[in-house]
């Protein structure tokens, strides 16, 4: 057996296919070959056996404990990356698709585990494909997530806005114009029936289908005090 610690784009690309083909019960020889040259899977499919990545019997591929980790993680990086172009930077699918296949080959596993932790440890990407599980995600029941919508903030937390979703431009200039924009420091006053922030001495009433967009990191917790008088912009 060859020892191979570094695989190359194309090795990354044939895995990521059999670990795809796999999840549609598709794990062939025969399912490989549109997808590419036969000169060219056959050279990979020699290449990974001989690596200990995978193994191939009669037409079928199953990959080795080590196959399976190391693809595992190349899933993990490219459904992580697609959902993270277009839940967050509103990238459309079919260009979102694309771009996470040549950014997962880049990224680092730190980055993997901070893109997953900002994104609340997903289990889906936007094809409806299960994001593998990260060391991450095994403690995301007793740790807080980095970055969590301002709904799921209670009365008296502050939080930095890191960024606001969606494209609906009118109302991103209706926020920045009241001061709501990433880099703010807002503390939540009131989660129901609106959401009321407090933005330096302003109070602003927020719809909860716009506030839920509001992405925050969480700062601290304060009382709330209590005001006779309440000077609230409402969008």
């Not at 190359?8 to 059999?18: D, R, S």
């Not at 499919?45 to 399976?68: A, N, P």
């Not at 967050?88 to 680092?108: F, G, Q, R, W």
Request: include cysteine; aromatic fraction near 6%.
């Amino acid at each position: 057996m060859v020892e191979k610690t570094v695989l190359t784009e194309q090795e990354e690309m044939f895995l990521k296919e059999v670990w795809c083909l796999r999840e549609k019960q598709k794990n062939n020889i025969a399912s490989l070959q549109p997808i590419f040259p036969q000169k060219q899977w056959v050279s990979l499919l020699k290449t990974l056996s001989e690596s200990g990545f995978i193994v191939s019997s009669d037409d079928s591929i199953e990959f080795t404990d080590k196959g399976e980790a190391c693809t595992q993680a190349i899933i993990r990086r490219r459904r992580l990356t697609e959902l993270l172009l277009y839940n967050i930077l509103n990238v459309s699918l079919n260009i979102s698709t694309s771009n996470a296949c040549k950014i997962e080959h880049l990224i680092s596993d730190e980055v993997t585990e901070r893109i997953c932790a900002f994104l609340g440890h997903p289990t889906q990407c936007p094809h409806g494909n299960p994001i593998p599980p990260g060391h991450c995600c095994s403690k995301h029941e007793s740790v807080r997530p980095l970055i969590e919508p301002l709904t799921n903030f209670s009365p008296g937390e502050k939080g930095k806005v890191i960024f606001i979703a969606g494209n609906d431009s009118n109302r991103l200039n209706r926020l920045t114009s009241l001061g709501v924009y990433p880099g703010t420091v807002l503390t939540l006053r009131q989660r129901k029936p609106a959401a009321i922030v407090r933005v330096g001495e302003t109070d602003i009433a927020l719809e909860p289908s716009l506030a839920k967009k509001i992405y925050c990191r969480t700062l601290s917790k304060q009382t709330c005090e209590n005001s006779s008088t309440l000077n609230i912009d409402t969008l």
